[in-house]
């Protein structure tokens, strides 16, 4: 968000709970003044430490470390979010999740090694795996992995909520021009990140109070390599939208495989109506992963251009299936 979203087998038990204290309250607007008081008043997430804001969360980078024995300009950051889409709430079943991130100042990449969701806000609760990634990518502009690169590399990276900034509506469209090479944006540190006074979330590390200087954190391990597939796939799919109508989820599907079509290889879509509310809404699914493991990748991925999703552990009998283009 950094997108980053869900786990398998989604309990029915767990996501009331969270839509029952999520529901509670939500924004009135995305106003700076109304997002700073609602963050003041329901959340521990101090303002000056966000860095995005979409429909869905409230992304705040909460920690920076240099990567001993990167190239100097490899940095390892804690992210935390409060979610305020209720439709978010009601269909993950968390209120608040928290990633941890590297980024590559050198190469403007990132690379989302954990999400792990959590059902009330402020990381309260039981925390729940939500995937992640070995792989760095190169982040379109107007995701939240975007601006988590910049909010890291760049010292004059503007918060959304300090003073005199305005917040915009939603994140901008992902832009076909690749991101700024970085001969055109160079970073020569991260910028300061001020601490709150809360205790992170258990995948972050400690940072020092106040508005501490980078430290250095040990270099992470390097993820194992995937074991080549055996031709059979995972029953698990990717809820990514849940929409009001099929035109709308099948656009969605179609608006992920072309974002992602080499992570998506392979697999398929489809859609499913279920009743809601007294209303018709179609859930969006993408399956045939080759492995649970790929799943939570890809959702890792999705989360992190600023959308959301999350695993379910079956497609459903009534799907119904997408035909490939």
């Known amino acids: 968000m950094l997108a980053a979203v869900g786990g398998v ?25 109304a997002l700073v008081s609602w963050l003041k008043a329901n959340t521990d997430l101090d303002p000056t430490n966000v860095i995005s804001v979409s429909p869905a969360n409230i992304i705040g980078v909460m920690a920076v470390n240099r990567v001993e024995g990167g190239s100097g300009r490899v940095f390892r950051a804690q992210i935390r979010s409060e979610v305020i889409s209720a439709q978010t709430i009601r269909e993950a079943g968390n209120s608040s999740w928290a990633a941890d991130v590297e980024v590559d100042c050198q190469t403007r990449k990132g690379k989302v090694n954990r999400i792990l969701d959590f059902p009330q806000r402020n990381l309260v609760g039981q925390a729940r795996e939500a995937g992640g990634s070995a792989e760095w990518v190169s982040p379109p502009p107007g995701t939240h992995l975007y601006t988590v690169v910049a909010a890291v590399c760049d010292a004059n990276f503007q918060r959304p909520l300090a003073a005199g900034q305005q917040v915009a509506a939603a994140p901008q469209r992902p832009s076909a021009r690749p991101p700024a090479s970085p001969a055109q944006s160079p970073a020569q540190a991260p910028a300061a990140i001020a601490t709150a006074p809360r205790a992170p979330a258990p995948a972050a590390q400690a940072a020092a109070p106040g508005a501490p200087a980078v430290s250095r954190a040990p270099a992470p391990a390097q993820a194992p390599p995937r074991p080549a597939s055996s031709g059979r796939r995972s029953s698990v799919a990717v809820q990514i939208a849940a929409a009001d109508s099929e035109a709308k989820a099948v656009r969605a599907l179609r608006s992920a495989q072309s974002t992602f079509a080499a992570q998506l290889s392979g697999t398929a879509i489809s859609t499913v109506p279920v009743e809601s509310g007294g209303r018709t809404l179609y859930r969006a699914l993408v399956h045939g992963f080759a492995s649970t493991s790929d799943a939570e990748a890809f959702c890792a991925a999705y989360k992190a251009t600023g959308r959301d999703c999350f695993l379910r552990s079956a497609v459903p009998g009534n799907a119904r299936a ?4």
């Open 9 to 33: 087998g989604l309990c029915a038990a767990f996501a009331t709970v969270a839509w029952s204290q999520g529901s509670a309250s939500l924004p009135a607007s995305l106003d700076r003044a």
């Open 322 to 325: 997408v035909a490939a283009r």
